[in-house]
């Protein structure tokens, strides 16, 4: 079993910037791909940024240039840098991984994040 914990929410003022962070942990695993999504009130859950398998980058239109996704491989961590937030980024933002459960019985997974709150005042 693998967990994914976000963490690094919270309320900030437009312009300004937050770091979110997803730690995974539990069985021996390898890691294919992960994303951070966003889910805003009364909206669809969205993507927002992604590492994809082959290890390319994906953004959403409205986060090009403001947001960056990085990588600890060391500390099997995934961030979320944000800045010049507005707004409109206001949203519960949930990571997302997928890989493989390694051992005698080597099995895929995908996970999720149980969300961090993210509100940004005008």
């Known amino acids: 079993q693998v967990q994914l914990v976000e963490s690094g929410g919270g309320l900030v003022q437009a312009g300004g910037s937050l770091r979110l962070s997803c730690a995974a942990s539990?069985?021996?695993?390898?890691?294919?791909?992960m994303a951070w999504h966003r889910q805003a009130p009364g909206k669809q859950r969205e993507l927002v940024a992604a590492f994809t398998s082959v290890g390319s980058t994906n953004y959403a239109d409205s986060v090009k240039g403001r947001f960056t996704i990085s990588r600890d491989n060391a500390k099997n961590t995934v961030y979320l840098q944000m800045n010049n937030l507005i707004p409109e980024d206001t949203a519960v933002y949930y990571c997302n991984a997928e890989g493989t459960v390694v051992g005698v019985r080597a099995h895929p997974f995908r996970s999720w994040g149980q969300g961090t709150q993210v509100t940004v005042s005008s």
């Open positions: 539990g069985s021996v695993f390898s890691i294919d791909a």
